[in-house]
């Protein structure tokens, strides 16, 4: 028996959480230590997405701001 056979996972298909890997992988997002952890899944896969959204952005933008001209 694997690690994953004894978590929680979130099936993306159904909406349903999961205690073990029944369903295909391409259908679950986990492990979860816990049933609550995986029911919040999608929150979390919004929150994860959306910070490394704002550090891709950051690293496209580095080095393309134009340093400023010496005024006199």
């Known amino acids: 028996m694997s690690d994953g056979d004894e978590k929680y996972w979130y099936n993306l298909s159904t909406g349903e959480v999961e205690f073990g890997m029944l369903s295909a992988a391409v ?5 979860f230590d816990t049933a609550e952890e995986a029911s919040q899944a999608p929150a979390t896969l ?8 704002e550090e891709d952005a950051a690293e496209d933008a580095w080095g393309s701001a134009r340093p400023a001209e010496n005024e006199e």
Not at 27 to 31: F, K, M, W
Not at 46 to 53: F, G, H, I, Q, V
């Open 46 to 53: 919004r929150e994860r997405s959306r910070a490394w959204a």
């Open 27 to 31: 259908d679950r997002v986990g492990p």
